[in-house]
């Protein structure tokens, strides 16, 4: 190993990443396959904390839940706070606790999916860990990725955080309720993250007034019915 900086460590912890990563992979394929076997659309929600998800979904359920069986798997460090918030819609939702880990990986997918078995549901929502780092290292097999950004965050965040925009299809500008309260440029948002991902849809919501809530359901509808 070498003195000054422990490059020798480093490259050990590089191959162990990779290792991981391509586990984790192999696992987030066999999901997707039983999935689609399955007929379930999944959806993979990223962001920071108190980006708005839990508030987002909770605004989902009471649009869909009457057209459309749905399930949800939340991922948070400690609580079963957030499973209480959708078990209170009448939802089937299991809490995984990483318990300090900053994602979700496709292995707790998998066994949180197993302990939905025996409900009847189309569409499945993960939350993942408040993180905007991390979980996008981690294809959980999912069929679309959604990255969420509030206004209070400020709307330079796709371009420190690249990678969630990278991978992700569909970006949500969340609390625009707030936007007379901050300097947030919604310009500026848009164009840094088609810079970094010219297809991903972006759309301005507000789980609070429930302006543009519409079109992110067409869009889930739109999934469900693909
Ligand atoms: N003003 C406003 N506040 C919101 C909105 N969505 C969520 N919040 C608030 O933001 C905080 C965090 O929301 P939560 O859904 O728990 O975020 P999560 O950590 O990403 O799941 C809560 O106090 C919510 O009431 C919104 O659209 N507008
Ligand atoms: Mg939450």
């Not at 009847?120 to 780092?133: P, Q």
């Not at 709307?155 to 955080?161: E, I, L, R, V």
Request: proline share 5%.
């Amino acid at each position: 190993m070498c003195e000054h900086c422990g490059c020798q460590d480093r490259k050990k912890e590089i191959e162990l990443e990779r290792h991981i990563l391509s586990h984790n992979e192999e696992i987030a394929a066999r999901n997707r396959e039983h999935f689609r076997k399955k007929g379930i659309k999944v959806l993979n929600l990223i962001s920071a904390p108190g980006s708005g998800k839990t508030s987002l979904l909770e605004a989902t359920i009471d649009a869909l839940k009457d057209k459309i069986p749905l399930a949800v798997i939340e991922g948070d460090p400690e609580t079963e706070r957030d499973a209480e918030r959708i078990r209170k819609k009448g939802v089937p939702v299991v809490q995984v606790t990483t318990g300090g880990a900053c994602h979700l990986d496709a292995l707790q997918v998998h066994r949180a999916f197993h302990q939905l078995e025996g409900n009847h549901f189309k569409l499945l929502f993960i939350e993942n860990v408040g993180n905007l780092l991390c979980p996008s290292a981690f294809d959980l097999g999912e069929d679309l990725r959604v990255v969420l950004v509030s206004v209070p965050e400020g709307s330079d965040k796709p371009a420190k955080y690249p990678a969630a925009f990278f991978k992700a299809q569909v970006f949500l500008i969340t609390k625009i309720d707030l936007l007379p309260y901050f300097d947030f440029d919604l310009e500026e948002t848009r164009e840094l993250a088609l810079k970094i991902n010219p297809q991903i849809k972006i759309l301005p919501i507000s789980s609070k007034t429930g302006e543009g809530l519409e079109e992110w359901l067409k869009l889930i509808e739109g999934l469900v019915s693909a």
